[in-house]
């Protein structure tokens, strides 16, 4: 095979693998079934709005929801909100949509439904700091860990620990209704907690991830990169 035939290969079978990634082709296939009473979307990272209207283009019944995405990568929706907000440094507009995510999950019942779409990027658009941190010291934390060289997994078990709705913390919330996750990993061979560290994990179909997996551990690992000194301490959860 020539250097051309082998190139023009590789591209299709990168284009093939790309393509069928993409939500329209992937969404609908993985949808649970209508619930009885609402259906709430809520979600976050750079694909995630491309989800929330393929998930809309495909979906029987009434739906609402909430999504945060970086700025750029917004889309239309009929029925969820699309907000945009900074990535990789957070800023207020994030941390707005992240509160306003956490009341609409608020109040429902075990008749509901919450499908979160999940991808990567979230850790910074979906940022809302914890009681006492403010979002500037958030964003000083994330400022520090670009600095450093440290890698995304480490850099996420970090960052993880200052939110009140990254890593596990809008379970509580969501407990009553069932949960749907549906994530589009945003690094080759990204696990769940590689890819977004945002919703409990709850059975085969949870949310997500739970920070208190690996989060301890991966805690004592960080001071091996060169993080600044001052940065907010992590909450007690």
Same mark, same amino acid.
């Given at each position: ?16 693998? *790309?393509? $069928? +990634?993409? #939500?329209?082709?992937?969404? %609908?296939?993985?949808?649970? &079934? !209508? ?47 699309? *907000?945009? $907000? +900074?990535? #990789?440094?957070?800023?207020? %507009?994030?941390?707005?949509? &992240? !509160? ?49 060289? $440290?890698?995304? #997994? ?84």
């Amino acid at each position: 095979m020539t250097p051309e035939a082998t190139r023009i290969f590789l591209r299709s079978m990168f284009d093939a693998a *790309v393509g $069928a +990634a993409m #939500p329209q082709h992937c969404v %609908a296939q993985n949808l649970p &079934a !209508r619930p009885k009473g609402r259906t709430i979307v809520v979600g976050t990272g750079k694909a995630s709005a491309a989800m929330a209207q393929a998930l809309e283009n495909s979906w029987n019944g009434p739906l609402e929801g909430l999504i945060v995405t970086r700025y750029g990568h917004g889309v239309p929706c009929r029925h969820i909100e699309i *907000v945009e $907000a +900074a990535h #990789p440094v957070p800023d207020d %507009a994030g941390a707005k949509g &992240a !509160r306003r995510m956490l009341d609409m999950m608020a109040g429902l019942t075990g008749d509901d439904l919450v499908i979160a779409l999940i991808s990567g990027g979230g850790s910074a658009l979906l940022s809302l700091p914890a009681e006492g941190i403010s979002v500037e010291e958030k964003r000083e934390v994330n400022r520090a860990l670009l600095r450093s060289g $440290a890698p995304i #997994p480490a850099m996420n078990c970090v960052r993880k620990q200052p939110p009140a709705i990254q890593g596990g913390r809008p379970a509580a919330p969501a407990d009553p209704p069932r949960a749907g996750s549906r994530r589009a990993p945003g690094a080759p061979g990204a696990g769940p907690h590689e890819t977004c560290r945002r919703f409990r994990r709850r059975g085969g179909s949870g949310v997500s991830c739970d920070y208190r997996q690996r989060g301890r551990a991966e805690w004592r690992a960080e001071p091996s990169f060169a993080v600044a000194e001052r940065r907010p301490k992590p909450g007690s959860h």
